[in-house]
């Protein structure tokens, strides 16, 4: 029973690039939440979807930054012309199920890392 | 969003108690606390929530204030690897999404 995948682990990109960043959640479970978190920083919360659908994308930053999950296949976080401030490591995470209660519990992938040169 | 309040580090000796304190006092009656944490260069890692009861699971036991508007997270002995920052976080009602304070940084001597 795998868990959250994230790949790749690593990523260099250098100042105009686009980064894709790819997420697969576990098993059975139906949405995908994106993080950042900048060196010594806290997490912060980007964007949440489900197949197909963006639930809340309050986070995202208004350009260059895009996310999507398909009907097949992993959900992939976006950035277009990469800047410097870009660096930082991503997180994503799934969840069973929409469940609207606040008990919902995440389960978190080991990140990736975006390194803008 | 709810806030939480917690200090921004703590210190303990290994296998010694550890009581991670954590203020939400504009909590509402339906939002749960949850507790994560995240090791160095890892991703957050889900320790436990509540609602109202106190909570025991493998890892931890959350204790709940009475009126809600704190949490304490108890690690019953620490260890080397338990060095972590912890989150204290509300899950609000109508939302699946957790918002991330700033966390406690535990250290954890030998």
């Known amino acids: 029973n795998a868990g959250v995948m994230q790949n790749p682990r690593h990523l260099v990109r250098r100042r105009g690039q686009e980064a894709r960043l790819r997420c697969s959640p576990m098993k059975g479970h139906s949405h995908v939440y994106w993080y950042r978190q900048l060196p010594e920083e806290g997490l912060k919360f980007m964007v949440y979807l489900q197949k197909e659908n963006i639930i809340d994308e309050s986070g995202m930053p208004k350009e260059r930054f895009s996310a999507e999950f398909p009907k097949e296949g992993p959900s992939i976080l976006r950035i277009q012309q990469v800047v410097r401030g870009d660096s930082a490591a991503y997180f994503c995470?799934?969840?069973?199920?929409?469940?609207?209660?606040?008990?919902?519990?995440?389960?978190f992938g080991a990140g990736s890392r975006l390194t803008v040169l | 969003d709810a806030k939480t309040t917690q200090p921004n580090s703590m210190e303990s000796n290994e296998e010694e108690p550890v009581h991670l304190p954590c203020n939400h006092s504009?909590?509402?009656?339906?939002?749960?606390i949850h507790w994560y944490r995240q090791l160095p260069s890892q991703g957050p890692e889900y320790v436990i929530h509540g609602l109202t009861s106190n909570v025991n699971n493998r890892m931890a036991s959350l204790a709940i204030a009475e009126d809600r508007k704190s949490s304490t997270l108890i690690l019953h002995r620490a260890t080397l690897r338990d060095a972590a920052v912890y989150y204290c976080i509300l899950g609000l009602y109508n939302t699946d999404k957790l918002i991330f304070g700033t966390g406690t940084r535990l250290q954890v001597f030998p």
């Open positions: 995470a799934s969840s069973p199920r929409d469940s609207g209660s606040g008990a919902n519990v995440l389960t």
């Open positions: 504009t909590i509402s009656g339906t939002d749960y």
